[in-house]
């Protein structure tokens, strides 16, 4: 007997699939990524015992139509790329076509989606399904609504490295802040077991929607929104000033395209930029998004897009600095007590 064998097809897949769905916090990001891919207005997500027991995302977006439905939940079925050259142009936050396959090889998946908020369709899938699912004909208002039940119950390895449940719903929650403060836009609503939790109203700027998130009281009003620009990108900055200084840098984040990225060069940007303004040790509140073109920007090298390498890394760097630094200038200028000589 050889001692090598190609694993069943199952198995590979639900090796693969543990990459992108590890937790259920990864599934609250895949399907909020499909819900805002959508186009809809309104998100809602809802957990229940931290997501293990059930993850759901409802969203009022454009639905799929039934002959989708059917495919949507294959490995590498996706509408949104066509060849890897797309990816130059793909203004989506999903393009991998992997992560409803992951979810339905990791969790028991129902997707109930409608596109005309009449007829509607339901597939349920997995773990380990063979032969094509059925569909059911249902009712639906317009939009998808994406539920996965029992995440790792057919695979212990995996369920065993969970953390306890409120550990769980506290990544869950994380997830969900970082989408909401990207897409100020949209309305979002978050339920965990049973009780609604969090209702962020459409905000008009991202600054509002920064203040509705991690700002408490009356500190919005040290909140401020600055614009920078280069080849290729824009960005947004939202800081707070040093009358809300932080003593540590957990409450700052770095935005592009819509993702949450760990970026330590943009990061260090935030720092330097308002460096003269802050007294000495204590560090800003505050994100940077930025938008760049998806051609100067390589978002495919992480499962969970968690980094990105951007062609020209310094220009961004240099152009949020500066911002900052002109702004942090000009407010000194306009708020000194005397001229200055
Ligand atoms: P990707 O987002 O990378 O395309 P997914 O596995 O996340 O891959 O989704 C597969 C496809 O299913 C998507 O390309 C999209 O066409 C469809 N889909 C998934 N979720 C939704 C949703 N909430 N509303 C409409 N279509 C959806
Ligand atoms: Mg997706």
Known sequence: MTKIQVLPPEEARKIAAGEVIDRPAALVREFMDNAIDAGCSLVEVSIEGGGIIR???SDDGEGMAKEDLELCWLTHATSKIRSLDDLKIA????????????????????????????????????????????????????GTSVRALGLFDTIPARKRFLKREGSEAASCKAIFNDKAMAFPSLGFRFMQDGT????????????????????????????????????G?????????????????RQQ????????????????????????????G?????????????ALADFNIH??????????????????TSALR????????????????
Do not use: M
């Not at 962020?200 to 991202?206: E, F, G, Q, T, V």
């Not at 990108?233 to 840098?249: L, T």
């Open 91 to 142: 203004e989506t936050l999903g393009f991998r076509g992997e992560a409803l396959a992951a979810a339905s090889a990791v969790s028991h998946l129902e997707i109930l989606t409608s596109q005309n908020g009449r007829e509607a369709w339901k597939l349920d899938v997995g773990p380990g399904e063979k032969s094509p699912p059925l569909l059911e004909q249902s009712l639906r208002s317009r």
């Open 253 to 280: 984040y770095i935005f592009a395209n819509g993702r949450r990225i760990q970026d330590y060069s943009l990061t260090q940007a935030l720092e330097y930029g308002v460096q003269g303004w802050f007294p000495n």
């Open 196 to 231: 609604l939790k969090t209702f962020l109203s459409p905000a008009s700027s991202l600054k509002e929607r920064f203040s509705q998130i991690v700002i408490s009281g009356n500190e919005a009003s040290f909140l401020h929104e600055i614009a920078a620009s280069g080849t």
């Open 233 to 249: 990108f824009s960005a947004v900055i939202v800081v707070g000033g040093p009358e809300i200084f932080r003593n540590d840098k």
């Open 282 to 294: 204590t560090h800003p509140v505050g994100a940077v998004f930025v938008d760049i073109d998806p």
């Open 326 to 341: 002109d702004f942090c200038h000009h407010r000194n200028l306009s708020t000194a007590p005397t001229d200055e000589n």
């Open 303 to 320: 499962p969970a897009k968690r980094e990105v390498r951007f062609a020209a890394p310094g220009s961004i760097h240099h152009a949020i």
């Open 55 to 57: 993850t759901e995302v």
